[in-house]
């Protein structure tokens, strides 16, 4: 029997041993989802947070948390998964025409 993604990701919140380490798993949950949902590469852009979050704020670095998000201008190219040949999307399946 194949479990879908999101019940398995309730089982596995089931062994939060507590409700920080619970808070910790849906943060990172939401980073994952929304990168993949923004066509980004979630392994390179939680890499390219943790890289640069330590230096928020300081000269020459990123100057605030909203740069980090997915539609930020700053975020770079190599963050971004490659699209297949043939697939320009104008408009994310959300927006209206």
């Excluded at 920080?20 to 993949?36: D, E, T």
Aim: aromatic share 14%; net charge positive.
């Amino acid at each position: 029997m194949r479990l879908c993604a999101q019940e398995h990701n309730r089982k596995n919140w089931l062994f939060a041993n507590t409700p920080n380490g619970a808070r910790a798993s849906a943060i990172y949950y939401s980073l994952i989802v929304s990168a993949k949902e923004n066509g980004l590469n979630p392994f390179e852009y939680l890499t390219w947070i943790f890289t640069n979050a330590p230096n928020l704020g300081k000269t020459g670095y990123i100057a605030s948390v909203r740069d980090f998000l997915p539609g930020s201008e700053t975020i770079p190219k190599k963050v971004f998964t490659p699209k297949p040949c043939g697939t320009n999307v104008e408009k994310f399946a959300w927006e209206e025409d």
